[in-house]
């Protein structure tokens, strides 16, 4: 039988970093390193969105990652991309099912939005940098010598 106090925080952990992976390879390689910045620009233009939009999205994106894959401010970063995923999402909904398909469909950017969720829900889990965790000296700080 297994311990979910044991194995949630390792779940939590592999979902966050497997989700901060996609987003740093959506944000750096798909869109600066494929379409490049002026690229991705004139997308978000010819789709009717402001083409500074495209930049707040790569920005997104890619601080988004690290800090799902450094395990910081998890839950807050979580919600705070559900805006982007959802907008992906609406900008698919019209293509379909299969994502694989012309011009992606919807199903990815909706479980990658649910995935956000349930991140939120769960936090960061195991191995997650967290502001205050070791005092200078390296020694616990407040929530953690408290349980010591």
């Known amino acids: 039988m297994l311990d979910e106090k044991a194995t949630t925080p390792w779940a939590a952990l592999l979902l966050r970093v ?14 600066l390193g494929t379409f490049g910045l002026a690229g991705t620009m004139g997308y978000f233009g010819s789709i009717g969105y402001p083409p500074a939009l495209g930049v707040v999205v790569i920005a997104s994106e890619i601080l988004g990652g690290l800090a799902l894959v450094l395990g910081i401010g998890v839950r807050a970063v ?5 805006p982007l995923m959802l907008g992906a999402l609406l900008q698919h909904t ?3 099912w299969m994502f694989a ?5 919807w199903e990815f950017p909706a479980f990658w939005t649910l995935a956000l969720l349930v991140q939120a829900g769960l936090g960061a889990g ?3 940098l967290r502001p205050g965790r070791l005092a200078a ?3 616990a700080t ?4 408290a349980a010591a």
């Open 94 to 96: 019209g293509n379909g």
């Open 78 to 82: 979580s919600l705070a991309l559900v």
């Open 137 to 139: 000296d390296g020694t």
């Open 18 to 31: 497997g989700m901060g992976t996609m987003f740093l390879a959506h944000g750096a390689l798909l869109k």
């Open 142 to 145: 407040g929530r953690q010598a």
């Open 101 to 105: 398909g012309k011009g992606g469909g």
């Open 126 to 128: 195991a191995l997650a």
